[in-house]
Structure formats: C-alpha cells, structure tokens
C-alpha cells in the first residue's frame, strides 16, 4: 500500500555530514508522525529523530545539535542532516512513518518502515 524509499546513506569521514531523504508513496491519505531510526552494529533500533504534522521535532540526546530533522509534506518525503558525524553514528538508518488512510467512510493509521540505508563513519 505504501512505500518508504531511503536514500542517501555511505562512508564519511568524522566531522563531515550526510543528507538521508525518505519519500513515501502509494495510497495516503495524510502523514503524522515521521522519523528516523538507527539500529547501530549489535544494538537494538532507536530512535534518532521524528517530526509531526505541525513541525514540531524531537532528538535523541547524542544528536542534538549536530541533527536536523525536516519535512516537507507535498513531497510525503522526510530528511535528515547529519553534520559533525561522529564514529557512533554508524549504523543502519530506517525512516518510518505514520501513514493515515481513508477508506469506506473511516479514518485509519498504519506505521510503515524503509529498507534501510547505510552510514558508517570513519575515524
């Protein structure tokens, strides 16, 4: 039903940066909450950063300051740049989202997640 395709991700160097993108499509009626995820080489999938609807977005502690997270809504596409990457950010990065659907006179919302994209930086 719907799409999430990431792009973006690869090698850098510590202290340089990375733009991740993520655009959903398919059948969507409106988008909430989008985000993004790292599940980091043995450790379980956390949250990085995530906007709602309105623009109003939160961090994990370790990327504030260096992170921004953005949307932009005619698109149905989230990014996020990275700058003044460090050794930990490395890791597998997956956007998700919020999806709402409208179908047979009711509203419904459903997550769905990306493939995936890699970031590894070097030291």
């Known amino acids: 039903q719907v799409q999430l395709v990431e792009s973006g991700g690869g090698l850098v160097q510590a202290g340089g940066s990375l733009r991740l993108s993520c655009a959903a499509s398919?059948?969507?009626?409106?988008?909430?909450?989008m985000g993004w995820h790292r599940r980091a080489p043995g450790n379980q999938r956390d949250l990085v950063a995530a906007v709602n609807s309105d623009g109003n977005t939160k961090y994990a502690d370790s990327v504030k300051g260096r992170f921004t997270i953005s949307r932009d809504n005619a698109k149905n596409t989230v990014y996020l740049q990275m700058n003044n990457l460090k050794p930990e950010d490395t890791g597998v990065y997956f956007c998700n989202a919020d999806v709402g659907h409208y179908s047979g006179g009711y509203y419904y919302s459903k997550p769905y997640w990306g493939q995936g994209t890699q970031v590894t930086v070097s030291s």
């Open positions: 398919g059948s969507i009626f409106s988008i909430n909450n």
